[in-house]
Structure formats: structure tokens, C-alpha cells
């Protein structure tokens, strides 16, 4: 039931990086969603550059999204060092071993991170993005390392965006 779930968020999460990183580069989903072209007469009266293009105002979303999750990222680190701090690295395994919801949410934890990591190596693929770091963050950190590639990811799309624009 879970799994599911997950991979229909891996997928939104997908689409929605793979989206931003299209309109970025060649901003043809923005234009294929615009209707009327014809400038209305206020629009050609008050032509400025002030409003942002449409590279410009997806690069700030995804820019956005990383921000957040770098945010994310940072609670859930300084949490994690926390919890790491009073009762060591593997003292879930203890809660896992007596508990059995414990177990189930290692194994969840397991399992969702296999798939997000699959996601992952794809994504990467796709942009020339190495995934070694993130791929061992995230075998010994769990959630950590998909959050830092996530942060990563929206960063280095941003510039490498930039870059591909200023030269077009």
C-alpha cells in the first residue's frame, strides 16, 4: 500500500524537476500553453522588460523548491544529529529488534528509499549529474541523501540553465 503511494509521488516529483528543467532550457511548455498571442491594448501599451520571461520565472521556481528542501534538509539534519547524539548510529536497530513497528518503519524506510534511489540514478542520467555521493549519503543516511541530491539537483539545473540561456 505504501509502495504505491511512493511511486506515485517519485513520479509527480519526476515530472515536475523534468518539467521545470524543459521549460528552463527551451521554454516551449510555456508557449505551448498560451492561446492568444494578439497583444491586448494594454499590454502593448505598457511593453516593458520588467516582467519576467518564462525561463526566468521557472529557474526561480525550481530554485524555489530546492530552497525548501534545502531547508527541510538542515531540520531534519540537525534532528538526526540529535537523536544520533543520545543514543548512537544503530540505536534504532535495538527499537526495530523489540518493537515491531519499529521494524515495519525501518523496512519502509528501506524500501522507499530503494525506490527513491532508483528514481534517482535516472534523473541523474538524465542530466550529468554523478550520483556516487548521494548514492552512499543515502545508504548510510537515509532521507539525507535524497534531500541533498534534491538540493543539489535544483541548483546545478538553475546554473547550468543560466549558462545555456546567456549563450543562446
Known amino acids: 500500500m505504501v509502495v504505491p503511494r511512493v511511486n506515485r509521488y517519485l513520479e509527480r516529483m519526476t515530472s515536475t524537476l523534468s518539467t521545470s528543467s524543459a521549460s528552463c532550457s527551451t521554454g516551449a511548455?510555456?508557449?505551448?500553453?498560451?492561446?492568444?498571442?494578439?497583444?491586448?491594448?494594454?499590454?502593448?501599451?505598457?511593453?516593458?522588460?520588467?516582467?519576467?520571461?518564462?525561463?526566468?520565472a521557472s529557474r526561480s521556481s525550481l530554485r524555489k523548491k530546492a530552497l525548501v528542501a534545502a531547508a527541510i534538509l538542515a531540520a531534519f539534519s540537525a534532528y538526526s544529529l540529535w537523536v544520533i547524539d543520545g543514543y548512537g548510529y544503530t540505536g534504532f536497530l535495538s527499537l526495530a529488534a523489540?518493537?515491531?513497528?519499529?521494524?515495519?518503519?525501518?523496512?519502509?524506510?528501506?524500501?522507499?528509499?530503494?525506490?527513491?534511489?532508483?528514481?534517482?540514478?535516472?534523473?541523474?542520467?538524465?542530466?550529468?549529474?554523478r550520483t556516487w555521493p548521494f548514492l552512499i549519503a543515502t545508504l548510510f543516511l537515509g532521507s539525507v541523501g535524497l534531500l541533498g541530491y534534491v538540493v543539489w539537483r535544483g541548483f546545478t539545473t538553475s546554473g547550468a540553465t543560466r549558462a545555456t540561456s546567456a549563450t543562446a
Do not use: N, Y
Open 29 to 56: 511548455s510555456f508557449a505551448s500553453r498560451s492561446t492568444d498571442v494578439s497583444p491586448s491594448p494594454v499590454t502593448a501599451s505598457h511593453s516593458t522588460d520588467a516582467s519576467p520571461s518564462p525561463v526566468t
Open 98 to 129: 523489540r518493537e515491531p513497528w519499529g521494524l515495519q518503519m525501518l523496512l519502509d524506510l528501506v524500501l522507499a528509499c530503494s525506490f527513491a534511489m532508483g528514481w534517482m540514478v535516472q534523473d541523474a542520467r538524465k542530466h550529468s549529474i
